[in-house]
């Protein structure tokens, strides 16, 4: 008999970008391999994907790398032919890049959030960064990702969000917060409990008749049993990202250490998740979730990645970015 139970929704998100660390990595290894893997399933399993695309990279690329913006611009528009979306993401620190000997060198520290900038000069790279995306896949981007999640102080956001079109904001980790005092804090511990919503001057209060709709990023309560069954069973497969680069906020031993012994809101992330793990939360913390908002990311995409891929869009209905409006109003 024919099963007749309906389809979950998820809204699955990569974050795609080179490393922002000490090494950037390569636009092949890093970004063009694994979206390729990314992309093969999506087509086999007839899913869908929102892209959350770093334009800024793109942008200064495109000067000093036209060889490899052309290849990235390549394969962005293959992800639209197959029904995924490509979106704006920001990290404002490539605006501040060096480049030598074809080497891109990043300073993660200096201009990390773009709130930092004078809101004229927001609004300009706002601009021109939505320009760009349209130019290469012929639609208009109207989905935000902040870098470092920073979408907060969103006011001065609000304006570059008008005037560009930008409808929806995926910026939020529902419940989670890192208060260390540095550049890429953040603090969602008091945004509100709900699958979206809408706001206006901030996304930690709803408004009803907001302009804009916040997607939080799913997210469960993560404990040192978790942590511990999962980087065994990640050690077990000889796990390895694809990506060959180096991240930012590198952490101590002893921020490691009290890091995986705490109790927190983690993320649902397709990376650095044991397919074990991954298909438990789905099946406890997640079990009564109608939408499911996933993210990852092709730097550090690994087996055990396209494995959690590949089970969530076999077994729930995927939108992009033009599935959107509908969505809301069923529900």
């Keep these: 008999?024919?099963?007749?139970?309906?389809?979950?929704?998820?809204?699955?998100?990569?974050?795609?970008?080179?490393?922002?660390?000490?090494?950037?990595?390569?636009?092949?290894?890093?970004?063009?391999?694994?979206?390729?893997?990314?992309?093969?399933?999506?087509?086999?399993?007839?899913?869908?994907?929102?892209?959350?695309?770093?334009?800024?990279?793109?942008?200064?690329m495109k000067e000093k790398n036209v060889k490899e913006f052309k290849m990235v611009a390549a394969q962005l528009k293959e992800i639209t032919d197959a029904?995924?979306?490509?979106?704006?993401?920001?990290?404002p620190q490539w605006f501040k890049a060096a480049y030598r000997n074809e080497?891109?060198?990043?300073?993660?520290?200096?201009?990390?959030?773009?709130?930092?900038?004078?809101?004229?000069?927001?609004?300009?790279?706002?601009?021109?960064c939505t320009e760009l995306l349209s130019e290469i896949t012929g639609k208009k981007p109207s989905c935000f990702r902040a870098g470092g999640w920073c979408i907060e102080p969103f006011h001065k956001l609000?304006?570059?969000?008008r005037k560009t079109g930008i409808a929806y904001d995926f910026s939020v980790v529902a419940g989670n917060s890192i208060k260390e005092g540095k550049l890429y804090d953040y603090d969602f511990t008091k945004t509100p409990r709900l699958p979206f919503y809408r706001f206006s001057n901030t996304v930690n209060e709803q408004d009803k008749n907001g302009?804009?709709?916040?997607?939080?990023?799913?997210?469960?309560?993560?404990?040192?049993?978790?942590?511990i069954i999962n980087k065994a069973l990640l050690k077990i497969e000889n796990d390895m990202i694809f990506g060959d680069g180096i991240g930012a906020k590198e952490k101590s031993f002893l921020k490691r250490l009290l890091g995986s012994l705490s109790f927190s809101k983690g993320m649902l992330m397709l990376d650095k998740t044991s397919s074990f793990l991954?298909?438990?939360?789905?099946?406890?913390?997640?079990?009564?979730?109608?939408?499911?908002?996933?993210?990852?990311?092709?730097?550090?995409?690994?087996?055990?990645?396209?494995?959690?891929?590949?089970?969530?869009?076999?077994?729930?209905?995927?939108?992009?970015?033009g599935n959107l409006d509908n969505f809301i109003l069923n529900n």
């Design 211 to 227: 302009l804009f709709l916040e997607f939080p990023l799913s997210t469960y309560n993560s404990n040192p049993v978790y942590r």
């Design 103 to 128: 080497q891109f060198i990043l300073n993660s520290e200096e201009v990390y959030t773009i709130q930092s900038l004078p809101e004229d000069e927001i609004l300009t790279i706002f601009l021109k």
């Design 158 to 161: 609000k304006e570059s969000f």
């Design 1 to 60: 008999m024919k099963n007749t139970i309906p389809k979950r929704t998820a809204i699955i998100t990569f974050d795609y970008e080179l490393f922002l660390g000490r090494r950037t990595g390569t636009v092949e290894n890093s970004v063009l391999k694994p979206t390729e893997k990314v992309l093969q399933i999506l087509l086999m399993n007839k899913a869908k994907a929102i892209f959350f695309v770093d334009a800024a990279w793109l942008l200064v």
């Design 83 to 91: 029904g995924s979306s490509v979106e704006l993401h920001i990290h």
């Design 278 to 321: 991954f298909r438990y939360l789905l099946k406890t913390h997640f079990i009564k979730s109608n939408l499911l908002v996933v993210v990852s990311h092709p730097k550090i995409i690994s087996l055990q990645s396209l494995k959690n891929l590949d089970f969530i869009t076999r077994r729930y209905k995927t939108l992009n970015a």
